[in-house]
């Protein structure tokens, strides 16, 4: 059975989407991977339900690393803010540093991936989940804000990865 801590409040009207949580934390706690995307318009508790979600990884026993997308910050910055913080914090999930620092490299140099053609950038995009499953043990990364020029990206994941 789940711990239950509440941070902020007991959440009111999100049972749906808490089960969706737990599922997924379960499932993660199993060795079943999995992507959890969280969308809506501004101001109906997204950032909440994805607190609660990490709250509840981490009750689990699960490593929890955070990615924010700011203005100007490049597209991969999420991702290489939240290997970041994984590296830190578990540096025996992730390969060895030199593979991990060379791939967190690229992904922060905007100068690179301006560059870098639609196909090359989902091989970016694979090779980062690689490194986050490399050890074969449960991690969980969170990246908010995403845009893509402007617009939000549709709620949608590739289920090879």
Same mark, same amino acid.
């Given at each position: 059975?789940?711990?239950?801590?509440?941070?902020?409040?007991?959440?009111?009207?999100?049972?749906?989407?808490?089960? %969706?949580?737990?599922?997924?934390?379960?499932?993660?706690?199993?060795? &079943?991977? +999995?992507?959890?995307?969280?969308?809506?318009?501004?101001?109906?508790?997204?950032?909440?339900?994805? =607190? @609660?979600?990490? @709250?509840?990884?981490?009750?689990?026993?699960?490593?929890?690393? %955070?990615?924010?997308?700011?203005?100007? +910050?490049?597209?991969? &910055?999420?991702?290489?803010? /939240?290997? +970041?913080?994984?590296?830190?914090? !578990?540096?025996?999930?992730?390969?060895?540093?030199?593979?991990?620092?060379?791939? =967190?490299?690229?992904? !922060?140099?905007? /100068?690179?991936?301006?560059?870098? %053609?639609?196909? @090359?950038?989902?091989?970016? /995009?694979?090779?980062? /989940?690689?490194?986050?499953?490399?050890?074969? @043990?449960?991690? =969980? #990364? !969170?990246? =908010?804000?995403? !845009?893509? &020029?402007?617009?939000?990206?549709?709620?949608? #994941?590739?289920?090879?990865?």
């Amino acid at each position: 059975m789940w711990p239950i801590r509440w941070s902020d409040g007991v959440m009111v009207g999100r049972a749906a989407e808490l089960a %969706t949580v737990r599922s997924m934390v379960d499932g993660v706690r199993r060795g &079943r991977g +999995g992507v959890l995307l969280v969308s809506g318009e501004a101001g109906i508790g997204k950032s909440r339900l994805l =607190r @609660e979600a990490a @709250e509840r990884a981490r009750d689990a026993g699960l490593a929890v690393a %955070t990615g924010r997308a700011v203005e100007g +910050g490049g597209t991969y &910055r999420p991702l290489s803010e /939240a290997l +970041g913080a994984l590296r830190s914090a !578990t540096p025996h999930l992730l390969v060895p540093a030199g593979d991990e620092l060379r791939w =967190r490299h690229t992904l !922060t140099r905007e /100068a690179v991936l301006a560059g870098v %053609t639609p196909p @090359e950038r989902a091989a970016v /995009a694979r090779r980062a /989940a690689d490194v986050l499953l490399s050890r074969g @043990e449960p991690a =969980r #990364c !969170t990246a =908010r804000r995403i !845009t893509w &020029r402007g617009r939000r990206l549709p709620a949608r #994941c590739d289920p090879r990865w």
